[in-house]
C-alpha cells in the first residue's frame, strides 16, 4: 500500500482547541511550544490537531480571527521543530460525535453545510501555504450510517472547493460508525491521488476502554488485561456491550494477537488498495485505568500490523484526556511504545 510520507507515526493534541472548556486559559496553556519540541524530540513525525469550529467560525458564519491565529501559532510550531500536522475538524455546526455537545441537523441543513464550506474556503485560503507540511482531514467521526449519503455528497462538495485553490494538498476522510476500521469500504470515490482514507481503532473495546466512565454500560469496576483469550474477550463484550461480533470465528482458547489487526484491518487495506490511496490510523490508544504492561503490549501488537501494511497512526492523547501519553504513569513503558510504533 502507498506510504504516507511526513504522517507514519504521530500524536494527537486533543483536548486543546476542542472538548474543552474554551476558556483563554485553556487555549493559551494546555499545550505550550515546548510540548511540540517533545514531540518533536520523541521523534514522531507529526501531530494531528483537533479543533472545534467554535474557536474559528460563529453560527452566523462570521469568522473569529483569533481562533485562526492560533491555529497559525500551532502550524508555526510545528514547522519549527520539524513537524508534519493533520488539522482535523473535530465539530462542526450541527454536528459532533459526541451526544452531549447537543450539535444536530448538519446532514440535512444547507444553512450549516454553507457554514461548513466556509469553514474549509477559509481554511485553504490562509494555510495552504503550508500545503508540503499540513493536511486536512474533513470532519471527525460520522457516527450514524443513515449519515452516510449526505456525508458523501458533502465531502465530494468540500473536496472540490479545496481543490480549486489547493490541487496538491492532503485531505484525510473518514467513514460513519465513528470511523471505523470496517465502513472505509463505503466511501465513495474516485479519489485523486493527495487523499487519504482514515479511521480509527480503539480494539477490543472491552480492554482499551475498562472502566470508561462516559459508556452507560461499562462496569465502575471491570478491569482486564491484555493479552486474554478469545473467549473471555467475546463472553464479556456481548456482557457489556451486547456485541461480540469482532470475535466470532476465532478460536475461543486462542489469546488474542497482531492476527486480530489483520483481520479487522483487512477490508480497509483492500479499499485502499482499490482506490489507490494511503490508509491512516488518526486514533487509537488505551485508557489510563489499563495496568501499563498490558498498554505496552497492545500497543506492540497494533504497531507491528500498521507498520507492516504502511498505514500511517497518531496516538491518543499527548496529553490528559483519560489516555495520556505524556502522563507520568507511562514513563515506563513510553520508549517501547515510540520504538514499536517507528516505521
Known amino acids: 500500500m502507498r506510504e504516507l ?5 504521530g500524536v494527537n493534541l486533543g483536548g486543546w482547541y476542542s472538548q474543552c472548556d474554551y476558556s483563554a486559559d485553556r487555549l493559551d496553556n494546555f499545550v505550550k511550544e515546548e510540548d511540540i519540541k517533545k514531540i518533536s524530540d520523541w521523534q514522531f513525525d507529526h501531530v494531528r490537531l483537533p479543533i472545534d469550529y467554535n474557536i474559528v467560525i460563529k453560527p452566523d458564519g462570521t469568522l473569529i480571527e483569533d481562533g485562526f491565529n492560533r491555529i497559525e501559532k500551532a502550524i508555526k510550531w510545528c514547522e519549527n521543530y520539524g513537524l508534519h500536522i493533520v488539522l482535523d475538524l473535530h465539530k462542526t455546526l450541527g454536528y459532533s460525535f459526541d451526544e452531549g455537545e447537543k450539535e444536530s441537523g448538519f446532514f440535512t441543513s444547507e444553512k450549516y453545510q454553507n457554514i461548513y464550506y466556509k469553514f474549509w474556503d ?6 495552504g501555504k503550508y500545503e508540503d507540511f499540513v493536511m486536512f482531514e474533513l470532519l471527525n467521526e460520522v457516527t450514524d450510517k443513515e449519515y452516510l449519503p449526505s456525508w458523501i455528497k458533502i465531502y465530494k462538495e468540500a473536496i472540490r472547493r479545496i481543490r480549486e485553490k489547493l490541487p496538491t494538498i492532503k485531505i484525510l476522510i473518514g467513514s460513519y460508525w465513528y470511523n471505523s476500521v ?3 469500504k463505503e466511501l465513495e470515490g474516485p479519489f485523486d491521488e493527495n487523499i487519504v482514507l482514515s479511521f480509527h481503532c480503539y480494539d477490543p ?9 462516559w459508556q452507560s454500560t461499562m462496569p465502575a469496576d ?7 483469550k478469545y473467549g473471555f474477550i467475546k463472553n464479556k463484550s456481548r456482557e457489556i456491550y451486547d456485541n461480540s461480533v469482532l470475535f466470532e470465528g476465532f478460536d475461543e482458547d486462542k489469546t488474542i494477537g497482531t492476527e486480530f489487526f489483520e483481520h479487522i484491518f483487512k477490508e480497509a487495506i483492500g479499499a485502499a488498495e482499490k482506490f489507490g490511496t494511503p ?3 488518526g486514533e487509537y490508544g488505551v485508557i489510563d485505568k489499563a495496568d501499563v504492561k498490558s498498554t505496552a503490549r497492545w500497543y506492540r501488537d497494533i ?6 501494511h504502511n ?22 513503558i513510553r520508549d517501547d511504545i515510540i520504538k514499536s510504533g517507528r516505521m
Open 222 to 228: 471491570f478491569a482486564m488485561e491484555y493479552p486474554a
Open 5 to 9: 510520507k511526513g504522517f507514519k507515526q
Open 122 to 127: 477559509e481554511m485553504a485560503k490562509r494555510f
Open 311 to 332: 498505514i500511517g497512526h497518531a496516538l491518543w492523547n499527548y496529553k490528559e484526556m483519560d489516555f495520556g501519553f505524556a502522563d507520568a504513569r507511562m514513563d515506563e
Open 303 to 308: 504497531h507491528e500490523v500498521l507498520n507492516r
Open 279 to 281: 490508509l491512516y490510523c
Open 205 to 213: 473495546q472491552l480492554f482499551t476502554h475498562q472502566r470508561a466512565y
Open 182 to 184: 470496517w465502513t472505509v
